[in-house]
């Protein structure tokens, strides 16, 4: 992953990170969660990606930044996510927007990186109900990504 | 229907290769793990799966 991306901090366990955007509409603080869920003992992480709100001190992903780095936000969204995948490579990541546009997001974040992701990573795109592996030219509703074994 | 939130086990001596990541290890990065928006995204992703389950190849690649 070679993109420009912003600098990036992590906790100790590599479930949260923090960065901070920078452009016209000022210095925002954006957070990515890996979430852990298990469902019928199938573990997985949900990628959640949000502002942090300084007035409620919570995280939301209401708000829209406009600060013109929409790539630089994704390639720093998707080493995160390689960081972690690192350093958990038997774990199963999940992602999907709150918005059908904002999964689009993921779509091109994938898609930018594909000739790097498509060797190590097994990535499949969930499509009319049915969960397919990843193609370029498909928009996808969700997404699954799990490390390949060397 | 068995959900559970996963406790995670995490060593830190496989941490201290920290060459081997892009990310800048800070213990002021919070834990958004109580954060009521990240539990709402997981709670969501979990209805997604329970509907439409995992896909059977990656399942396998566990």
């Known amino acids: 992953m070679n993109l420009d991306r912003y600098e990036y901090y992590a906790s100790d366990t590599l479930l949260n990170f923090e960065f901070y955007s920078d ?11 890996l979430s852990p869920r298990n ?40 080493q995160a996510v390689l960081d972690f995948m690192e350093y958990y490579p038997d774990m ?47 928009n996808y509703e969700a997404f699954l990504g799990i490390m390949k074994k060397v | 229907m068995k959900i559970i939130d996963m406790p995670i086990n995490f060593d830190p001596a496989k941490k201290k290769d920290k060459s081997r990541f892009k990310a800048i290890f800070s213990n002021k990065v919070k ?12 709670k969501e992703s979990e209805e997604l799966l329970l509907k439409y389950g995992f896909p059977k190849e990656l399942l396998e690649k566990k």
């Open chain 1, 92 to 138: 199963m990541v999940y992602a999907v927007g709150s918005t059908p546009a904002r999964t689009r997001l993921y779509q091109i974040a994938i898609t930018k990186n594909w000739e790097e992701i498509k060797d190590t990573i097994t990535v499949f795109g969930l499509k009319d109900g049915v969960w397919k592996p990843f193609s370029k030219n498909i």
């Open chain 1, 39 to 78: 469902i019928n003992g199938t573990t997985y992480f949900n990628i959640g990606f949000g502002d942090y709100q300084d007035a409620t001190n919570s995280v939301s992903d209401q708000t829209i930044s406009n600060n013109g780095d929409r790539n630089r936000i994704l390639a720093t969204i998707a």
């Open chain 2, 31 to 42: 834990d958004y793990g109580n954060e009521p928006y990240f539990l709402k995204k997981a």
């Open chain 1, 23 to 33: 452009g016209p509409n000022g210095h925002i603080k954006k957070i990515i969660r």
